[in-house]
């Protein structure tokens, strides 16, 4: 599972409550890919990444985000790819140093810089992605997710496919903010099939989320218990939900990207986040003047979404792209979720 699906469930608690509230350059410059676009409006953009976008596909489309913004106003995109804490720091000062219209960032690893930063150049806007600062700045703008609109989805689906009719989930800790990964996933389920037996077990441990064995554990337990629908929200432990998965015949669900190449015929789907639509709209929010605030994106802003409701699904690997009736049902669901007139409720919002 990729590191940031990790450092996403790290930071979920912080995040869940803010939905409901609303060093030297040469150094910097060794860590960075940078690529511009031709200038015109002068409105010029940084993006500042917490680890290498390599294949990292959620760390992709933040960069596919910050370029089609760029695109979109004629002007300029710069990224900076760090490495470890160091890094991080020497980007984020080599990005200020830069003054761009906009600074985006991604991740909690930059919430403590961002506060620090906003404070003495209150005239440069930022914009975090999938976290933000503690306190509100005026030039601190954040972009947060709705996970368990799509986790619920995702929940539908397993109800729709369960045989068993044994529908569980393995997530990282027992939790509020946590069973955002979990909870909505057995409500999709009793959804759409109403007598459903749901259960969750939790990785716990000395290091829940990166412990791929104890996931494979707690996964083997509900899969011996005769339950054959698995929402993997283990963080990095999710290739142990897979391997227990598949050793049993049975199916499991991915998070934050298409997990589905890892696992042929065994992860049915995923619970997407577009960081490139936060990114952009993000942006865009900001030169329009609006700033210092928390927005949230789930299904109706397209920034949740499942890999089985995106244009690329046949190509996916993913299970679901053979059982287009139960995607028929799902994007129903989702229709309904979009218009208002079904509410996922938020384990973390109460």
Do not use: W
Not at 70 to 84: I, L, M, P, R
Not at 116 to 134: G, H
Request: proline share 3%.
């Amino acid at each position: 599972m990729p590191r940031r699906s990790r450092r996403t469930l790290q930071v979920a608690a912080a995040t869940a409550l803010l939905v409901t509230a609303a060093t030297a350059c040469n150094a910097a410059a060794k860590n960075d890919t940078a690529s511009d676009t031709a200038s015109g409006s002068g409105k010029s953009f940084t993006l500042v990444t917490p680890d290498a976008v390599g294949q990292n596909e959620f760390l992709k489309l933040a960069v596919t985000g910050i370029k089609d913004a760029a695109k979109q106003h004629d002007g300029t995109q710069k990224v900076y790819e760090s490495t470890d804490t160091a890094s991080q720091q020497q980007n984020v000062q080599a990005a200020v140093d830069a003054k761009p219209d906009v600074i985006v960032l991604v991740g909690f690893e930059f919430a403590d810089l961002v506060a620090q930063q906003a404070q003495k150049n209150p005239k440069q806007q930022f914009l975090i992605i999938d976290a933000c600062t503690t306190k509100t700045f005026k030039n601190v703008s954040c972009a947060v997710f709705r996970e368990h609109e799509g986790v619920y989805l995702a929940g539908a689906e397993a109800g729709l496919l369960s045989k068993s009719g044994k529908v569980g989930a393995v997530d990282v800790l027992d939790t509020p903010q946590f069973r955002r990964y979990s909870d909505p996933f057995a409500a999709g389920a009793k959804k759409v099939a109403p007598k459903t037996s749901t259960g969750t077990r939790f990785v716990g441990g000395q290091s829940p989320f990166d412990d791929s064995a104890r996931a494979k554990e707690q996964a083997s337990t509900l899969l011996s218990q005769g339950y054959d629908q698995i929402m993997a929200a283990a963080a990095a432990g999710n290739y142990g939900v897979f391997e227990a998965a598949k050793a049993k015949g049975a199916y499991a669900y991915g998070v934050d990207v298409n997990q589905c190449p890892s696992a042929p015929g065994t992860v049915v789907d995923n619970v997407i986040k577009r960081t490139d639509v936060a990114v952009e709209k993000g942006i865009e929010s900001v030169l329009a003047g609006t700033t210092g605030t928390t927005v949230s994106y789930g299904l109706k802003e397209g920034g949740i979404s499942l890999t089985g409701l995106e244009a690329g699904v046949d190509s996916s690997k993913c299970v679901i792209a053979d059982h287009k009736d139960v995607l028929a049902k799902v994007k129903e669901l989702r229709d309904q979720i979009v218009a208002g007139k079904l509410t996922v409720d938020d384990p973390a919002a109460g």
